[in-house]
C-alpha cells in the first residue's frame, strides 16, 4: 500500500464503483427477473421503472420495495424465484465496452480500486470469475456482509480498510442509491447515466459529473481524479 507520493492520484485517492449498471451491464436481465419472479407468485408485476429503481438495493430490501403485498416472511421465497430466474441467465451478461480498459488505466496511475455493491458475496465472487476481474479490485463490499446502500457503513469500511478520508474518495454508481451512499458518509460522487435511473433523478445530489458513457467516464475520470 506504500506507493510513492508523486505517484499518487491528483484528487482521489480511492474510487469505489457500484457494479451492476455501472460497470457491469446487467440492468435489463435484472429488471426481467424481479418481473418474473412477481408473476411465479401470483404479484402485481412491477414496471420497469419501479423495478430498475430498486436496483443498487440489498436483494431482500428491493423485493420487499417492489412486493409492498407480500408479507415479510414471504420475502425469501421471492427472493428464491428471482435468484431462479437470474442464474438461468446471467452467463449472458458482460462488462459495458471499455470497462477493462479504464479499471486498467486507473491502476496504473496508483488508485486504490473497490466495488460496493448490493450483491451478495458469491453473487459478486461469481460475477468477478465471469469476466476475469478477480485480483483487479483492492477491496469489495457487498451488501451481505455490511448494510445496504444508502447506509454509509459500506463506504466508510472501505475508507478505514485503506485510511482514505471522505475527502479523498470518490464513489461511481448508476443509481440515486449510490449517490445517497456518498452523501451519508462525506464523500465525493459520480453519477452514471447508462444504468439503473433516469439521469434526472440526479439532479438533487451534489455529483461531480453525469457520464452518459463508459468512454466519457474515462475521460473525466483521467482529466479530474
Not at 436496483?55 to 424465484?81: F, M, S
Not at 475508507?159 to 449517490?179: K, N, V, W, Y
Request: hydrophobic residues 40%.
Amino acid at each position: 500500500m506504500n506507493s510513492p507520493s508523486s505517484s499518487r492520484p491528483r484528487q482521489f485517492d480511492l474510487i469505489v464503483f457500484d457494479w451492476d449498471g455501472t460497470l457491469y451491464d446487467s440492468t435489463a436481465l435484472i429488471v426481467r427477473c424481479i418481473q418474473a419472479a412477481c408473476a411465479d407468485l401470483a404479484l402485481p408485476i412491477p414496471s420497469r421503472t419501479a423495478a430498475s429503481y430498486v436496483i443498487g438495493l440489498g436483494l431482500h430490501d428491493a423485493l420487499a420495495h417492489v412486493a409492498p403485498t407480500l408479507p415479510k416472511e414471504r420475502v425469501p421465497e421471492l427472493g428464491l424465484r428471482y435468484r431462479h430466474h437470474y442464474f438461468q441467465r446471467q452467463h449472458e451478461l458482460s462488462l459495458f465496452d471499455g470497462s477493462l480498459e479504464l479499471l486498467a488505466e486507473l491502476k496504473s496511475r496508483h488508485h486504490w480500486l473497490a466495488v460496493a455493491t448490493g450483491k451478495t458475496r458469491s453473487g459478486l465472487n461469481e460475477a468477478l470469475e465471469h469476466v476475469a476481474l478477480r485480483g483487479v479490485f483492492d477491496a469489495t463490499r457487498t451488501a451481505d456482509e455490511t448494510q445496504s446502500k444508502p447506509h454509509p457503513l459500506m463506504l466508510q469500511e472501505l475508507m478505514a480498510e485503506f485510511s482514505i478520508s471522505p475527502e479523498r474518495t470518490l464513489m461511481i454508481g448508476d443509481t440515486t442509491h449510490d449517490l445517497q451512499l456518498a452523501v451519508n458518509a462525506g464523500a465525493h460522487s459520480l453519477a452514471v447515466s447508462y444504468g439503473a435511473h433516469e439521469p434526472t433523478a440526479f439532479a438533487d445530489y451534489p455529483t461531480r459529473h453525469v457520464a452518459h458513457s463508459v468512454a466519457e467516464l474515462k475521460q473525466w475520470l483521467l482529466q479530474h481524479a
